[in-house]
RNA sequence: UGUCCCAUGGUGUAAUGGUAACACUCCGGUUUUUGGUACCGUCAUUCUAGGUUCGAGUCCUAGUGGGACAACCA
């Protein structure tokens, strides 16, 4: 592999400052903090290629810590998933972590700040404390119970957490400026009482930290070097700052924040709330819905972990917004697929073909190249009969010379057989064509080396026996919506945009052989495009989801 | 009438004061038992105005445009 060095982005500039000025390499250590409220998005993935890039380009260790500071909205469920999700994407992360492991940790600390001067308890309303925080253009004002003394505090900060008051009775906030241009900085709330089962510690605590108070003090203790987190973080900076004044210790690593763009998919939607809402209004099946592009989603339409971390390399790192056009991931995904996949033949839109002089009953087993990408992986036998299914679009019954497939008259190649030529076909009262017959040259067996074999045929068309056609289902996908950016318009919702045609559902004819793939396997239609075996298949019945088609420049030339 | 962030081909990213480049897309061609793949080629880019400098996509100022900030969410 002699693979060009690419250029660093500035996430990798600021750690080769770092590391410049000072910063010892082994200390660097890196996390991927996901709340696990959801299922992981391609966006996810991104900001997991970005924050386990690193890990493997330094050699230094990646924690996976699960911001669960929200019982109401946290379930264990989502942890499971995302754990699978990283793994699968082929990521090994050094420290399975929880925030609410730091419970305690946060809890001493907090009161540490409350002996500090730095953190008071507010006994207002939300609607109070919301009224004082003034608006981006004006500055708040300091509320009655900012100077309560060090004592009341803490009895009544102690008395939150022993469960003695209800929500919204008391918060714990810290003590900044209430002034600040930035908001964040106006006496942010570190704790609220939640009478809430947590997913692992349980009924334990009544009080739960704040993202802000939780999340770079996690990266404190894990040691974390660099924090890295999407734009809309940019100004909880300060804060981030501001509450790891308050602990740090000179000798230990303090983490340093840094921010870039969240990366856009056009044509897709990845804000949990809007996937949420295609899975409750049944738009898809569910999280994992071929359409979605949640990381499960992807993973069941045939997907590979590859093509996901090629393309987030290549789409590159920075500071402004961005939507990446699906042509960009998909040309990643055919990328890889064409490398990995096994070739197959199978007919989407079946139409007979009989080859009038082959003998009738007999039958041949032909020799089928796996892969035109890597000879290594053999050959298959594909039986050959007289009846076969093709592909009703590939014959018409005269065309112009740009057309390449079968007609009257001309010569194709079935692949891995023969060559044949079309002879006449057979029309129902409608004037449909139901049936195509054509001759074989006995002398052009593919691969027989004789001359007639080498003869030069434009058009190449797949088939399948028909009497040992295996019947598939075989679901069609599309793109979920039908403009590029569906939740940016300002005055449709983006429901509007779902592209009515996303999904169609077929019964194709299959070569017999691909009744040996297994679920989750990717391989090619010749011809068609990718397809993967999905769950949903049983013994009876196999199902293909279409993952992706190939490039069609004939399809271009005929519109 | 605030503070902060951002601005390079259609899209995404490079160029770290010294010839604006790479990938995708589009278009055209060669090869091909997949109208796939591979290979080759074409088109196309620094938001505007000043300033600093021998030299500015890069530094400074202003403007314009886009975005973020008023959850007891993360």
Redesign the pocket.
């Known amino acids: 592999m002699s693979e060009e060095k690419r250029?660093?982005?500035?996430i990798e500039?600021i750690i080769e400052e770092d590391l410049q000025q000072g910063l010892s390499e082994d200390l660097l250590r890196f996390r991927f903090p996901p709340?696990p409220n959801g299922f992981l998005h391609i966006g996810h993935a991104s900001a997991i290629c970005l924050n386990f890039g690193l890990g493997e380009k330094y050699n230094k260790p990646v924690n996976l810590r699960f911001?669960d500071?929200?019982p109401?909205?946290e379930e264990a469920k989502y942890v499971e998933a995302i754990q699978r999700d990283v793994e699968w994407l082929g990521y090994e992360w050094d420290q399975l972590c929880f925030a609410s492991d730091y419970f305690q940790q946060l809890y001493d600390w907090a009161v540490q700040l409350i002996k500090n001067g730095k953190a008071y308890v507010d006994s207002?309303?939300?609607e109070e404390?919301?009224a004082q925080?003034g608006?981006?253009?004006e500055p708040g004002v300091d509320g009655p119970y900012r100077n309560r003394s060090v004592e009341e505090n803490l009895q009544l900060f102690e008395g939150m957490k022993n469960g003695e008051y209800g929500?919204?009775e008391h918060?714990l906030r810290a003590k900044i400026d209430m002034q600040s241009?930035?908001?964040?900085m106006r006496d942010p709330?570190m704790y609220?009482?939640v009478n809430r089962s947590h997913h692992r510690t349980g009924t334990d605590w009544k009080i739960?930290p704040?993202?802000d108070w939780t999340h770079g003090e996690s990266d404190y203790i894990e040691q974390i070097s660099h924090s890295f987190c999407t734009?809309?973080?940019?100004?909880?900076r300060e804060l981030y700052d501001w509450f790891l004044d308050q602990v740090v210790e000179d000798k230990k690593v303090r983490p340093k924040q840094r921010e870039f763009?969240r990366r856009n998919v056009s044509h897709t939607v990845t804000s949990k709330r809007k996937l949420q809402k295609l899975v409750d209004q049944g738009v898809v099946s569910g999280w994992d819905d071929p359409r979605m592009t949640t990381i499960s989603g992807l993973r069941r339409r045939g997907y590979t972990a590859n093509a996901i971390k090629n393309f987030a390399d290549?789409?590159?790192?920075?500071?402004?917004?961005?939507?990446?056009?699906m042509?960009?991931l998909e040309?990643h995904l055919?990328?890889d697929l064409?490398k990995v996949a096994n070739?197959v033949m199978c007919v989407l839109d079946p139409i007979k073909l009989i080859i009038t002089n082959y003998p009738d009953g007999q039958e041949e087993m032909l020799q089928a190249e796996n892969?035109?990408?890597d000879e290594s992986r053999g050959y298959r036998e594909v039986p050959f009969s007289k009846e076969l299914w093709i592909e009703r679009e590939d014959f018409k019954e005269s065309a112009n010379k740009?057309?390449?497939?079968l007609t009257i008259g001309k010569e194709v190649?079935l692949?891995?057989a023969y060559i044949i030529k079309g002879t006449s076909c057979v029309k129902d009262d409608d004037g449909n064509i139901t049936e195509i017959h054509a001759t074989y040259d006995p002398d052009s067996?593919?691969?027989s080396g004789t001359e007639a074999?080498m003869r030069?045929v434009k058009?190449?068309l797949h088939w399948v026996s028909a009497v040992h056609a295996l019947p598939v289902e075989v679901r069609l996908y599309d793109r979920l919506f039908s403009v590029p950016s569906p939740d940016t318009d300002k005055e449709k919702d983006f429901m509007e945009f779902i592209n009515p045609d996303s999904l169609s559902v077929i019964t194709a004819m299959a070569e017999p052989a691909m009744r040996q793939i297994p679920v989750g396997e990717t391989v090619?239609f010749?011809?068609k495009g990718y397809f993967c075996v999905d769950p949903d298949s049983t013994e009876e019945k196999m199902v293909f989801n279409r993952t992706v088609t190939?490039?069609?420049?004939?399809a271009?030339?005929d519109q």
């Open positions: 250029a660093n982005n500035f500039d709340e911001d500071t929200n109401a909205k207002q309303s939300s404390i919301a925080k608006t981006p253009t929500e919204s918060v241009n930035n908001m964040l709330i609220r009482v739960y704040m993202y734009l809309e973080f940019l100004p909880h763009a290549s789409i590159g790192i920075a500071k402004r917004d961005n939507l990446v056009d042509n960009h040309f055919r990328d064409n070739r892969s035109q990408e740009k057309y390449f497939r190649r692949k891995n067996k593919s691969g074999s030069r058009g190449t090619q010749q011809r190939l490039r069609d420049t004939w271009k030339l």
